[in-house]
């Protein structure tokens, strides 16, 4: 919660600086118009003078101070770029009970890319990386003859029998992948 203080001292810092600002140039422009020379001086107390009147005034300050909520946003907007996001929610029956609340979604500044169904092969090897033996053996046996043949497969079936212990399967596949290479 320390980052929320440090926003709005900030942020009370920049209101009180544009009030600050605002109120040195009115009272400048109030009491020194007449010192300024010629046609210039002669526009700003005309203005001044326009700015002061009762209705005039309460609209001039309602103007400058939308001009200026304006100009500050779109420098925010600039700096800290748009504030379009795009969310990614996890929904259905195979959805796990006990996930947590924060992990249902997730927010992204760029669009992602449309979602593609990843190979039996690259299943495969996902399974296999995190340890799922049983998805990677339900993965490779869904495969064709003509995948189970490919070298990268067969590769993935030796490390899957190596780490289930299925030891006549390990001499097996080595044989085949001699024969592939």
Avoid: C
Avoid at 36 to 44: R, S
Avoid at 73 to 90: A, S
Avoid at 140 to 151: E, V
Wanted: proline share 5%; hydrophobic share 45%; net charge negative.
């Amino acid at each position: 919660m320390e980052r929320t203080k440090d926003e709005r001292v900030k942020q009370v810092a920049i209101g009180v600086s544009i009030l600050v600002t605002l109120t040195v140039v009115v009272t400048g422009l109030l009491m020194g118009w007449r010192l300024l020379p010629g046609l210039l001086g002669e526009w700003v107390g005309t203005m001044i003078g326009i700015m002061t009147t009762p209705f005039f005034m309460e609209a001039s300050f309602a103007i400058l101070g939308l001009v200026t909520v304006i100009s500050l946003n779109h420098w925010r907007q600039l700096k800290d770029g748009d504030d379009f996001v795009y969310l990614e929610q996890v929904a259905g029956p195979e959805l796990p009970q006990d996930l947590p609340e924060h992990a249902k979604f997730a927010v992204y500044r760029e669009k992602p890319l449309d979602g593609e169904e990843p190979s039996l092969l690259a299943q495969a090897e996902g399974a296999f990386a995190i340890g799922d033996y049983p998805a990677a053996g339900e993965r490779i046996g869904a495969m064709n003859h003509d995948q189970l043949r490919h070298p990268q497969a067969l590769r993935l079936r030796l490390d899957l029998a190596k780490a289930t212990g299925r030891d006549d399967l390990v001499k097996q596949l080595e044989a085949e992948l001699r024969q592939s290479d």
